[in-house]
């Protein structure tokens, strides 16, 4: 599903991902971790075909980001980690925006902002303008637009920060329920409990070199995530 | 702390003044020099429209012995000028800057906090006051002595920036009050401005009348005056150095000043932090139309223009100002056809008003702010799938979309009501749309050289980005260009010869701006 294959992504003088190269398959929950600046954004922006590279290739179900971007990007779906959204824009403006980007179905697409935002209890929200939202319920809306046109593959960048225990539950479970239907997800977290609990396969990234990746099992072996973490952290410093 | 704050307000004042927030680089002297220059050049053209006031009532004025009423009206003018120029600056820097929680959660007081917001007013009032005392001691016949020199200081610069910082800071604070209650907080903004604009305006238009009025009248202007002493203080002040009551102005000044003060700081944490106590207004669901993703990014930027009232007010004005135009020209328009009168004006009569529609034209100002209002969501138009070229393009249409139609409706009414034919017509018809068109290309062109995506609020991306200054200035400099060529070439060419040059002209740059876009432009957005 997304094949990245030795990325390099400088800014300047300094390589910020160097020579990255990982394979996500359909159905898998890879989780993405790593210190701050360590080149997590700048790689799932990558992949979203927001930010160019240099060097290396990507692949979205075997097209090329950099040769047929739009192909693309009408197969995923990308929430940074900070939702900044079009705060002039009603919530329920934003997502028909979203659905006619995407040219989801007008009836398919009520359906599926049904069913979301009542799941995630911000249907009474929506005709407010988003400047008036939380940064919770602005995260919410970024996972219903997310949803909306049921994209193969997920990009998310701290998809749990903001939301409240529930939500992150539910949007745990449509993780899961999207890889059972044969999606999968790409996500960066600095919450090892939880990528421990959720993920199949896990990399572990430091100043922008890989330094571990594989399943769970391969990358922690019997100790827990968090340690085998800190370990590579201080082996690689 | 408070000057911490201080020094953090002037820094920002001045890195937008030389365009150094719109880049994380250090800016480099010439682009200093260049920023600088634009900011000087706005305020020399402000300057040049109230000097023609100024020489005209000068001589008059001071062969009436009325030193003091002109003096009283420069102030009345500095104060106008101040308010219209302040009053939003003051609602959206008091409360309603993106920092007011982050300075709120610091070990800082918040009169501080306050202070070095109003310390910003007061300083940005002082710049306004430039281009009306300059004139006005420009074309002031008469002497004035040292304490007349330091009435005028003390009277421009300390006592009238003070009032308006009371006024603009309370004014600001009922129109941020009011729009937080509303539910169309644009379209409260929008008539207030309206409004305020209106106001000085009709001030403006009846400036000659009220003026012929006032020298006619003035024996007992003196007497009626009283009720706005300070006015006439102020003119005696300069002209007659009379300080005292001035002084007593000056310490009623900063009384009211405290007063105010004391005020706002009492109600600043609860208006900075207030959410908007509109009602609610529930979702009712409903099935939505379907439009193709080219439609859906012209929505959105529609949206976008109605959703930002300092977009609104200042890039579409034009267009407003546009029908306005051809709503009078049908209304009085024909007071214009007996304009004979005037020898040299009359046969050229056609061909002054296409270029007054054509300088109409190049007022409107849509693209040139329109990238760096993307702000920190230009990842989300770049990680959907459409083409940075659409992108770019629902910014050039909606442009388009707004401009063309106002000025083609204008053209007709000039049509109808001026009896355009021949060739004149067709400038009429092409000329408009064209300059349009050049000032959309232009905008989105400057927009890509010089984004600006550190504001703090949508004013600052509205108003102060380097490329708004940019086109306005080349689209005003391309709609003067014609007279120009006239005046110089006029005895071997003809207005219309001129006219089609301009056009073809237009056409040339359109073209050159439109390849630029589509292939350098669109990388260039890419890379944002």
Redesign the interface.
Same mark, same amino acid.
């Given at each position: 599903m997304l094949t990245i294959e030795h990325l390099t992504k400088s800014y300047g003088d300094k390589k910020a991902v160097d020579n990255l190269s990982l394979h996500i398959a359909p159905g898998e929950i890879y989780g993405f971790i790593g210190h701050n600046g360590a080149g997590k954004t700048t790689t799932l922006?990558a992949c979203? @075909? /927001?930010l160019?590279f240099e060097e290396g290739q990507i692949r979205i179900g075997g097209l090329d980001i950099q040769a047929d971007? #739009? !192909?693309c990007? +009408?197969q995923m !779906?990308?929430i940074?980690d $900070?939702p900044? #959204?079009?705060?002039?824009?009603t919530?329920? =403006?934003f997502l $028909?925006? /979203? @659905?006619?980007?995407?040219?989801v179905?007008?009836?398919v697409? =009520?359906e599926r /902002?049904?069913t979301y935002a009542e799941m995630l209890g911000i249907? @009474?929200? #929506? !005709? +407010?303008?988003i400047s !008036?939202f939380s940064h919770g319920m602005k995260q919410k809306l970024a996972l219903i637009a997310a949803w909306i046109h049921e994209p193969k593959l997920i990009l998310m960048d701290e998809p749990f920060v903001g939301l409240d225990p529930k939500a992150a539950h539910l949007l745990k479970e449509l993780m899961h329920e999207h890889c059972r239907k044969g999606g999968a997800i790409f996500f960066s977290t600095h919450v090892l409990d939880v990528a421990e609990k959720l993920c199949d396969k896990v990399a572990i990234i430091k100043e922008g070199r890989l330094v571990a990746s594989g399943s769970m099992q391969e990358v922690k072996g019997n100790a827990s995530l968090e340690d085998v973490f800190l370990e590579l952290e201080d082996d690689h410093a | 702390m408070l000057k911490v704050l201080l020094k953090n307000r002037l820094e920002a004042l001045l890195s937008v003044l030389t365009g150094a927030s719109r880049t994380k680089k250090a800016q480099s002297k010439g682009k200093l020099i260049g920023f600088a220059a634009l900011m000087i050049l706005s305020l020399v053209s402000i300057g040049t429209l109230f000097s023609r006031i100024f020489e005209v009532i000068g001589p008059a004025f001071h062969w009436a012995g009325l030193g003091w009423l002109y003096f009283a009206l420069a102030a009345v003018i500095t104060f106008g000028l101040m308010l219209v120029g302040n009053v939003f600056v003051a609602k959206s820097q008091l409360y309603e800057a993106k920092d007011n929680d982050l300075l709120l959660s610091m070990p800082i007081k918040p009169i501080h906090i306050l202070l070095s917001r109003l310390f910003l007013l007061l300083v940005l009032a002082e710049v306004l006051a430039l281009p009306v005392v300059i004139p006005a001691m420009l074309y002031w016949p008469g002497s004035v002595g040292v304490p007349g020199w330091v009435a005028l200081i003390l009277s421009f610069f300390v006592i009238l920036p003070l009032l308006n910082l009371v006024v603009s800071s309370l004014l600001g604070w009922l129109i941020h009050l009011a729009s937080a209650r509303a539910r169309n907080k644009s379209l409260i903004t929008l008539v207030i401005s309206l409004a305020f604009l209106g106001g000085y305006m009709y001030f403006s238009f009846r400036m000659n009348s009220m003026l012929t009025s006032l020298v006619e009248n003035h024996e007992g202007l003196e007497k009626s005056l009283g009720a706005v002493a300070p006015l006439v203080w102020i003119g005696k002040a300069v002209t007659q150095g009379e300080l005292l009551p001035l002084l007593l102005l000056l310490a009623a000044s900063l009384a009211l000043g405290v007063l105010a003060l004391l005020l706002l700081s009492r109600t600043f944490i609860r208006t900075a932090t207030a959410r908007g106590t509109g009602a609610k207004k529930r979702y009712v669901e409903r099935t939505a139309r379907a439009h193709s993703p080219r439609a859906a990014l012209l929505i959105q930027e529609l949206r976008r223009l109605w959703g930002l009232p300092a977009y609104l007010l200042n890039g579409g004005l034009g267009v407003f100002f546009v029908v306005l135009a051809a709503v009078a020209l049908l209304v009085k328009g024909k007071a214009l056809t007996g304009m004979p009168e005037w020898p040299y004006i009359a046969p050229l009569l056609q061909s002054i008003f296409v270029v007054a529609a054509c300088f109409m034209a190049v007022t409107i100002i849509l693209t040139a702010p329109s990238i760096s209002l993307e702000g920190k969501s230009l990842w989300l138009p770049k990680s959907l799938p459409v083409s940075s070229w659409d992108i770019l393009q629902a910014k050039l249409r909606l442009h388009l979309l707004l401009a063309v139609p106002a000025l083609l409706l204008c053209s007709t009414v000039m049509a109808l009501v001026l009896g355009y034919k021949g060739l004149t017509l067709v400038l009429l018809f092409a000329l408009p749309p064209a300059y349009a068109l050049f000032s959309a290309l232009l905008g989105l062109f400057e927009n890509l050289r010089h984004p600006n995506f550190n504001w703090v609020n949508e004013t600052q991306a509205v108003k102060s980005g380097a490329s708004v200054m940019i086109t306005m200035f080349v689209g005003m400099g391309m709609s003067a260009l014609p007279v120009l060529v006239y005046a110089l070439l006029g005895d071997y060419i003809s207005m219309e010869a001129v006219g089609f040059g301009m056009l073809g002209l237009l056409l040339v740059l359109c073209a050159l701006l439109y390849l630029w876009l589509r292939k350098k432009g669109t990388r260039i957005f890419d890379a944002l």
């Amino acid at each position: 599903m997304l094949t990245i294959e030795h990325l390099t992504k400088s800014y300047g003088d300094k390589k910020a991902v160097d020579n990255l190269s990982l394979h996500i398959a359909p159905g898998e929950i890879y989780g993405f971790i790593g210190h701050n600046g360590a080149g997590k954004t700048t790689t799932l922006k990558a992949c979203a @075909g /927001i930010l160019p590279f240099e060097e290396g290739q990507i692949r979205i179900g075997g097209l090329d980001i950099q040769a047929d971007p #739009l !192909a693309c990007k +009408q197969q995923m !779906a990308y929430i940074p980690d $900070n939702p900044d #959204l079009y705060e002039f824009m009603t919530g329920i =403006r934003f997502l $028909n925006f /979203i @659905g006619d980007v995407f040219r989801v179905e007008p009836t398919v697409r =009520r359906e599926r /902002i049904h069913t979301y935002a009542e799941m995630l209890g911000i249907e @009474g929200d #929506l !005709a +407010q303008p988003i400047s !008036a939202f939380s940064h919770g319920m602005k995260q919410k809306l970024a996972l219903i637009a997310a949803w909306i046109h049921e994209p193969k593959l997920i990009l998310m960048d701290e998809p749990f920060v903001g939301l409240d225990p529930k939500a992150a539950h539910l949007l745990k479970e449509l993780m899961h329920e999207h890889c059972r239907k044969g999606g999968a997800i790409f996500f960066s977290t600095h919450v090892l409990d939880v990528a421990e609990k959720l993920c199949d396969k896990v990399a572990i990234i430091k100043e922008g070199r890989l330094v571990a990746s594989g399943s769970m099992q391969e990358v922690k072996g019997n100790a827990s995530l968090e340690d085998v973490f800190l370990e590579l952290e201080d082996d690689h410093a | 702390m408070l000057k911490v704050l201080l020094k953090n307000r002037l820094e920002a004042l001045l890195s937008v003044l030389t365009g150094a927030s719109r880049t994380k680089k250090a800016q480099s002297k010439g682009k200093l020099i260049g920023f600088a220059a634009l900011m000087i050049l706005s305020l020399v053209s402000i300057g040049t429209l109230f000097s023609r006031i100024f020489e005209v009532i000068g001589p008059a004025f001071h062969w009436a012995g009325l030193g003091w009423l002109y003096f009283a009206l420069a102030a009345v003018i500095t104060f106008g000028l101040m308010l219209v120029g302040n009053v939003f600056v003051a609602k959206s820097q008091l409360y309603e800057a993106k920092d007011n929680d982050l300075l709120l959660s610091m070990p800082i007081k918040p009169i501080h906090i306050l202070l070095s917001r109003l310390f910003l007013l007061l300083v940005l009032a002082e710049v306004l006051a430039l281009p009306v005392v300059i004139p006005a001691m420009l074309y002031w016949p008469g002497s004035v002595g040292v304490p007349g020199w330091v009435a005028l200081i003390l009277s421009f610069f300390v006592i009238l920036p003070l009032l308006n910082l009371v006024v603009s800071s309370l004014l600001g604070w009922l129109i941020h009050l009011a729009s937080a209650r509303a539910r169309n907080k644009s379209l409260i903004t929008l008539v207030i401005s309206l409004a305020f604009l209106g106001g000085y305006m009709y001030f403006s238009f009846r400036m000659n009348s009220m003026l012929t009025s006032l020298v006619e009248n003035h024996e007992g202007l003196e007497k009626s005056l009283g009720a706005v002493a300070p006015l006439v203080w102020i003119g005696k002040a300069v002209t007659q150095g009379e300080l005292l009551p001035l002084l007593l102005l000056l310490a009623a000044s900063l009384a009211l000043g405290v007063l105010a003060l004391l005020l706002l700081s009492r109600t600043f944490i609860r208006t900075a932090t207030a959410r908007g106590t509109g009602a609610k207004k529930r979702y009712v669901e409903r099935t939505a139309r379907a439009h193709s993703p080219r439609a859906a990014l012209l929505i959105q930027e529609l949206r976008r223009l109605w959703g930002l009232p300092a977009y609104l007010l200042n890039g579409g004005l034009g267009v407003f100002f546009v029908v306005l135009a051809a709503v009078a020209l049908l209304v009085k328009g024909k007071a214009l056809t007996g304009m004979p009168e005037w020898p040299y004006i009359a046969p050229l009569l056609q061909s002054i008003f296409v270029v007054a529609a054509c300088f109409m034209a190049v007022t409107i100002i849509l693209t040139a702010p329109s990238i760096s209002l993307e702000g920190k969501s230009l990842w989300l138009p770049k990680s959907l799938p459409v083409s940075s070229w659409d992108i770019l393009q629902a910014k050039l249409r909606l442009h388009l979309l707004l401009a063309v139609p106002a000025l083609l409706l204008c053209s007709t009414v000039m049509a109808l009501v001026l009896g355009y034919k021949g060739l004149t017509l067709v400038l009429l018809f092409a000329l408009p749309p064209a300059y349009a068109l050049f000032s959309a290309l232009l905008g989105l062109f400057e927009n890509l050289r010089h984004p600006n995506f550190n504001w703090v609020n949508e004013t600052q991306a509205v108003k102060s980005g380097a490329s708004v200054m940019i086109t306005m200035f080349v689209g005003m400099g391309m709609s003067a260009l014609p007279v120009l060529v006239y005046a110089l070439l006029g005895d071997y060419i003809s207005m219309e010869a001129v006219g089609f040059g301009m056009l073809g002209l237009l056409l040339v740059l359109c073209a050159l701006l439109y390849l630029w876009l589509r292939k350098k432009g669109t990388r260039i957005f890419d890379a944002l």
